[in-house]
């Protein structure tokens, strides 16, 4: 199907692998449903989606509720909560937090790494901002591995699991360079997290 061509690769495998299947999962921000409707392939799925557009084409795949998360009224529990490249975008992504604890088990976290040589390299050429990626003109927050860690353990997370996905088309040395130093080559950090309670 043509829906999941967004959402393949190492970074959703790896989300995948983490989730596993027949679990109850929170998708956050979860577009217009094509990751959404891979979990949905083998758990049951609730997304969110803030947007009309999005949230129409989503609820073709999965219960979405339409609203910004923290304030939309979800029922919970749920073993997993993904914010797939979303707390990025949010005004208070430490109270998306805390209701991520109350809602789920664990939480998953994918934010892009502002640290990693890539954006510094665009930030060193005067790239302010741009249409997508780590410099995305729609971030509110630009996280770095040690302020993200800090985040998470603040807010009651324990990290179990960390990743940094290696970019498919880039050259081997520089994927070795990701396992490496993931804080300053990896463009994605990923997290695993068990809510304490």
């Known amino acids: 199907m043509t829906i999941y061509a967004a959402s393949v690769g190492p970074k ?26 891979r979990i949905a392939e083998s758990n049951e799925v609730v997304g969110v ?8 084409l989503a609820s073709e795949h999965a219960t979405v509720l339409r609203g910004d998360f ?7 529990p749920f073993d997993v909560v993904l914010f797939g490249d979303v707390l990025e975008h949010m005004y208070d992504p430490e109270r998306a937090l805390d209701r991520a604890r109350e809602l789920g088990d664990e939480v998953i976290v994918c ?17 302010k ?6 410099l995305d003109k729609t971030h ?13 353990r603040e ?6 699991e960390f990743a940094s996905p290696k970019p498919r088309r880039a050259p081997r040395w520089y994927q ?9 080559f990896g463009i994605q950090l990923m997290y695993r997290c068990r809510v304490t309670r």
């Open 49 to 56: 989606e803030s947007t009309e557009e999005n949230w129409r």
């Open 12 to 37: 959703y495998e790896q989300i995948l692998s983490w989730i596993g299947s027949h679990k109850r999962v929170l998708d956050v921000g979860c577009g217009a449903g094509a990751f959404t409707a």
């Open 70 to 76: 923290p304030d939309v009224d979800v029922q919970g």
């Open 111 to 127: 934010v892009p790494n502002f640290d990693c040589v890539v954006a510094k390299g665009q930030r060193a050429v005067g790239i």
């Open 176 to 184: 070795l360079l990701v396992n490496i130093r993931p804080e300053f």
């Open 140 to 152: 509110v927050y630009y996280f770095n591995r040690r302020i993200v860690e800090k985040m998470l």
């Open 155 to 160: 807010h009651g997370l324990e990290i179990i």
């Open 129 to 134: 901002q741009t249409e997508t990626g780590i």
